[in-house]
């Protein structure tokens, strides 16, 4: 094999005794959970936010910023459930570049997986503990899950993963919404499969078990747009395009039918600053028809303390060193907006 096996990293089992959750901690996480299933089996109105950076890079600017989210959580707590991304993979178009904290722990040294593991957890368990907000991630490499199972209470399956065989069976087994994103060709029967796929239970092998899955009822759809055979944006979060969803999960039998609309991505063309204007669309659409207003759960938001993105030596406290994001002022406001218009 043409690579060096350079050291056996520690099973989850292991990482999870070192840094354990406290009872208190597992009490809330089961709160969370509890309030944001509501949300898709429709027993809860409230509106699901996932919020937060591109990817996670430095634990101190992200507990800040998850710290004012939770004063926000407080102000808007009757319409809105905040649930906080703490993204620590970042998957690339070209495999090259930043992968995420859990590659580098400083994005200024080099790659250290097992410094990276501990450092991904210990942000995880540490929003939980000093804001009580259990977070979302995205689930890039299954067989890392097992590492923060406990600490989530949502998880998205990227537009490059929906189509993995691994992704949509590892999905089945768990028992907090996933997400599963539509692939970055835009057809949203890819996406249907995968929710299907995750919904019903499976035999598969799993962390050198055999393991055989439940099915998960709270797999749904993310919709983030897409990109066409020029290479250009193209957005699927208009009235049209949330119709033709609604009409695919009527064929398809699923359980929960649910979407979360990605206001960045494609359909924003990338254009960050765009994604307040986009909410607001998503909501007017959700006012003029029932069935759009049953399916919608969410939105999936791009934001952290300054607006746009950086280099990853860049220096800028709180700004992306990945996808440009929504700064603080515009998040907050943008918040408080979405809270009226609920």
């Known amino acids: ?61 992200v507990l800040d910023y998850i710290s004012r989210l939770k004063v926000l959580q407080d102000k808007v707590n009757d319409k809105i459930v905040i649930v906080p991304r703490i993204y620590t993979n970042k998957p690339r178009t070209t495999g090259d570049g930043y992968k995420g904290m859990l590659h580098q722990p400083n994005p200024n040294e080099s790659p250290d997986m097992l410094k990276g593991l501990i450092s991904i957890r210990k942000l995880h368990i540490d929003a939980l503990e000093q804001t009580g907000f259990s977070c979302a991630d995205e689930m890039l490499y299954p067989e890392n899950h097992r590492y923060l199972s406990d600490c989530l209470s949502y998880v998205a399956v990227g537009a490059r993963s929906t189509e993995n065989q691994q992704h949509r069976l590892t999905a089945s087994g768990l028992d907090i919404p996933v997400g599963m994103k539509n692939p970055t060709g ?104 029932e069935n759009i207003r049953k399916m919608l759960k969410g939105l999936m938001i791009e934001s952290y303390l300054v607006d746009g993105n950086q280099k990853p030596n860049g220096g800028v406290y709180g700004q992306s060193i990945t996808d440009p994001c929504l700064g603080w002022e515009k998040t907050e406001k943008m918040i408080l907006e979405i809270a009226d218009l609920v």
């Not at 520690?10 to 309030?35: F, H, Q």
């Not at 962390?207 to 709270?218: A, C, H, I, R, Y």
């Not at 009527?250 to 359909?267: Q, R, Y």
């Open 1 to 61: 094999m043409n690579m060096e096996f350079k050291r056996e990293m520690p099973t989850a089992a292991v990482i999870k005794e070192m840094y354990p959750l406290s009872s208190a901690m597992v009490k809330k996480k089961s709160e969370n959970d509890g309030e944001i299933r509501k949300i898709f089996t429709g027993e809860s109105n409230k509106l699901l936010l996932i919020i937060g950076p591109c990817s996670a890079d430095r634990e101190d600017a």
């Open 186 to 289: 835009g057809d949203l029967s890819v996406m249907m499969n995968s929710i299907t796929a995750a919904q019903h239970p499976h035999t598969f092998v799993y962390s050198g078990w055999e393991v055989q899955s439940k099915g998960n009822p709270l797999a749904h759809a993310i919709l983030r747009g897409y990109s066409n055979k020029h290479g250009r944006s193209v957005p699927n979060y208009h009235f049209e395009d949330l119709q033709l969803l609604w009409e695919m999960y009527e064929d398809s039998g699923l359980k929960n039918p649910s979407v979360i609309i990605d206001t960045n991505h494609a359909n924003s063309g990338k254009r960050w600053e765009q994604q307040p204007r986009i909410a607001k669309e998503i909501l007017h659409s959700a006012r003029l028809s």
